[in-house]
């Protein structure tokens, strides 16, 4: 061979040995683009594992058993989002067990736990939760609108700490009457029992007469506290002729439904309440919106906000659902009949 011919070689070789060098190194660096996501996602996993599981806040009005069904389904939404309890949050609950006057206390237990957020079971332990911890997140996940309690600016744009569901419930009155009326025409006489909690009473008072208006019945109102002002109240009531009896939605109520239903059964007044519960417990028939699915749909907001949305940034939602349970057994001893339609009408018929 020559030595152009070698110097020819020679060159091939080189540009040869060059191109292998870059088909290498583009080897290189597509495996290692496709490897980056799975070191990026195996750093992720292994920081989530060194990380401490984040703490929920859980208040309640009630007891843990009148409780059961809404932490159940509030637990069942973040089970369905992929959170793990004890991997990737824990839960510190607390129940008030009917005992408003406690509220503070628990909430100021809760915001020692240093929560990443906060679930209120109803607009009085959201007010307390903001009261306790001004700083940390509050998921509502059911009561009165957050705009009527000053704990947001809009459903919109809720602007603060607080977001989450509303359950409607003073708009919810006016409903329950006409529920009642539909079932018990030749009532003309209601009584209301209101929660004697409330900052401002005229906030459940005024959408009460107005709906008794409305349907052409008297209004009458009681306001117990606590639960053993429960009996006097429903007797004070009886003795003013009422011929019905409608707690006006409110978590202390809720927590007293087996009280309220005992003593309007011995004074055999109907019951119309606001969840389905009254009606499973005695009441003659309720109506109002499907709490199970709000708790689970809280569960959404935590999420959310475990994620990094700010609550301000997340609009309060209100209810879509709502469902009618009649109470036959109830009817009958009270010598009620309830009207084919009502029946018809029913999501659920206890006989």
């Known amino acids: ?31 290692a683009a496709a490897a980056w996501p799975l070191v990026a996602w195996g750093s992720a996993a292994y920081a989530q594992a060194k990380q401490k599981p984040v703490v929920i806040g859980w208040l309640h009005t009630g007891t843990r058993e009148a409780g059961a069904n809404s932490f159940a389904a509030f637990k069942e ?21 009917g005992r408003f006057e406690r509220l503070p206390v628990l909430a100021g237990e809760l915001a020692a736990k240093k929560p990443a957020v906060l679930v209120a079971t109803s607009a009085a332990v959201a007010i307390r939760l903001a009261e306790a911890a001004p700083n940390v997140p509050i998921v509502q996940a059911s009561g ?8 947001a600016k809009s459903l919109a744009r809720p602007g603060g700490m607080v977001t989450g ?26 009584g209301f029992l209101l929660d004697g ?22 209004a009458h109102f009681a306001q117990p506290a606590t639960a ?20 006006i939605p409110s978590s202390f109520l809720a927590s007293q439904r087996p009280l309220i239903i005992k003593y309007a059964q011995a004074q055999q007044l109907p019951v119309v309440g606001s969840l389905r519960q009254w009606a499973e417990q005695g009441a003659l028939l309720s109506y109002g919106t499907d709490t199970s699915a709000n708790f689970r749909r809280a569960a959404w907001y935590v999420d959310r906000i475990l994620k990094g949305t700010k609550p301000g940034d997340l609009p309060i939602e209100q209810p879509t659902r709502f469902e009618l349970v009649v109470n036959m057994k109830t009817a009958k001893a009270l010598g009620i009949t309830i009207p084919q339609a009502m029946i018809l009408r029913a999501d659920t018929v206890i006989e």
């Open 1 to 31: 061979m020559n030595r152009k011919s070698g110097h020819i070689h020679s060159g091939l070789r080189r540009r040869v040995r060059a191109g292998d060098a870059r088909r290498s190194t583009r080897r290189v660096l597509l495996l």
């Open 77 to 97: 939404g973040l089970a369905a989002l992929g959170l793990k309890e004890g991997s990737h949050f824990v839960i510190e609950a607390r129940w008030a067990d």
């Open 144 to 151: 009165t609108n957050p705009v009527q309690t000053r704990l």
């Open 165 to 190: 569901i509303t359950n409607l419930s003073r708009e919810l009155s006016e409903k329950l009457v006409e529920m009642l009326v539909a079932v018990a025409p030749k009532v003309k006489r209601v």
């Open 197 to 218: 909690n409330l900052r401002n009473p005229d906030t459940g008072i005024e959408p009460a007469r107005r709906s008794a208006a409305q349907y052409a019945v008297e």
């Open 228 to 247: 053993e002002a429960i009996e006097p109240a429903i007797s004070a009531l009886a003795k003013q002729g009422v011929q019905a009896l409608i707690p």
